[in-house]
């Protein structure tokens, strides 16, 4: 499966009240490397989230944001510090006694005494931390925001695959090439050292046999044969990674190497006039496949 490693994706939702947005882009990268960023609310979930990625990605430098907002106003309680306002209702009683003060204790002094009472946000009982709608709701927009992502990396791994198919072709042809010029050079070979030796006089010329069984010796250094086969082998494993379910990216980078081993072995073998030129080509090929196959995953 060919399929990029650069995208980019941002999904919001919103529900009961809190609304959570998640923007996720990625470049390449020889391993899957995520970096998270998230309010300090949803570190218990930070597992489960990298676990919904390594799910989905193989390879690529992922960065990840999320946000979570509130659109309703939160439910409040009102608290009251009993110990603190019975302390200061004896002290008031012991003041009234003295006759110090006078009057009972109103609202608006109980108002007024510091930290006697709080208004804050109410929790659910038995939480610690994310609330269970709002740890679906994350997760849900995490997932949706990640297969976002995955359409617009397969999207762009569409055009990889038809420009890697053409380089692929490209090379194919190549190899064809080298194949006609290693038999054409390996029977031009044959052919002058034949007319070399039938000029020696006859008492060097030596036995027949023996020379000519020499002269296929010779020439047979120059056979290519196991490397074309080869290189056709790879070519067809290539396509069967690439129309396959996995990612596929660094084994085609390892089989890149394997194709550049053995075109350099052909083009040392080789002995043709036109071999040099094409072996170079080739090579070239190679290596703008290769500079393409850094962006899949």
Known sequence: MIRSMTGFAAVGREDAGERVSVTVKSVNHRFLDSQLKAPQSLGSMESRLRGLLQKKLARGRVEIAVSVDHTAPPVREVVLDEVLLNQVSAVVEAARARGLVTGALTASDLLRIPQAMEIR??????????????????????????????????????????????????IAAFVDDLERLSRAGQADLSTRLRERLSLL?????????????????????????????????????????????????????????????????????????????????????????????????
Request: charged share 30%; glycine share 6%.
């Open 201 to 297: 006089p006859a008492d060097l010329a030596g036995d027949p046999t023996a020379v000519a069984q020499e002269i296929v010796r010779f020439v047979s250094r120059s056979d290519v044969d196991e490397e074309i086969m080869r290189m056709r082998g790879h070519l067809d494993h290539w396509r069967a990674l690439a129309t396959g379910p996995e990612p596929c990216g660094r084994k085609l980078d390892f089989l890149l190497q394997e194709m550049n081993r053995e075109i350099n072995t052909i083009g040392s073998k080789v002995d043709a006039a036109r071999a040099t030129e094409t072996v170079i080509a080739a090579k070239a090929e190679l290596e703008r496949l290769r500079e393409q196959v850094q962006n899949v995953e």
């Open 121 to 170: 946000t109410k929790t659910e009982a038995g939480t610690a931390g994310v609330s269970e709608s709002l740890s679906a709701l994350v997760e849900s927009v995490f997932e949706e925001a990640i297969d976002a992502l995955i359409v617009m990396r397969s999207t762009e791994g569409r055009f990889l695959e038809a420009d890697l198919d053409a380089r692929l072709a490209t």
